[in-house]
């Protein structure tokens, strides 16, 4: 029987929390860092995610976030762009729904980004989208079927 070694297993691990609840200072972006949008996850540590530049990016979850920040589609984080890919980019931070309403007053992010929708394609201008669910059919067309 192998003795344990360790301070404990997956459940120790599970219960540590890394004090979510404390405020932390916004991060802006640098040279080289992009804002960008969640669309979908893909697995495997990887999510495609729409930049702000307009460029759709393979982008990579680092070690450090990866099963302990979740990120889901439709939400905003900074990633670092590679110099030899360009279809490609590191997640380094994701941002809390409050810190993104920060960045859009400080108008870093465009105005057309939709924040906290669950659904990315917030990019996209679609004015009056909602009339179409709505199909009025008139008393003769009834009778003709």
């Known amino acids: 029987m192998p003795k344990n070694k360790g301070k404990g297993g997956k459940n120790r691990k599970r219960g540590k929390n890394e004090a979510e609840d404390e405020k932390r200072e916004l991060v802006f972006k640098e040279d080289g ?21 307009g460029t759709k990016r393979l982008c990579h979850i680092r070690g450090k976030m990866h099963k302990k920040v979740w990120i889901a589609s439709g939400d905003i984080i900074l990633v670092g762009l590679r110099d030899y890919q360009d279809d490609k980019a590191d ?7 409050d ?17 906290n929708e669950g659904i990315a394609g917030g990019m996209d201008d679609e004015e009056g989208g909602g009339d179409d669910d709505y ?11």
């Open 33 to 53: 860092q992009e804002y960008a949008q969640v669309l979908r996850m893909l697995g495997n540590g990887r999510c495609e995610a729409l930049c702000i530049d």
């Open 91 to 97: 997640v380094i931070l994701k941002y809390q729904p």
């Open 99 to 115: 810190e993104a309403r920060l960045l859009k007053a400080y108008s870093e992010l465009p105005e057309n980004v939709r924040l």
């Open 135 to 145: 199909v009025e059919f008139e008393d003769e067309d009834i009778d003709k079927i």
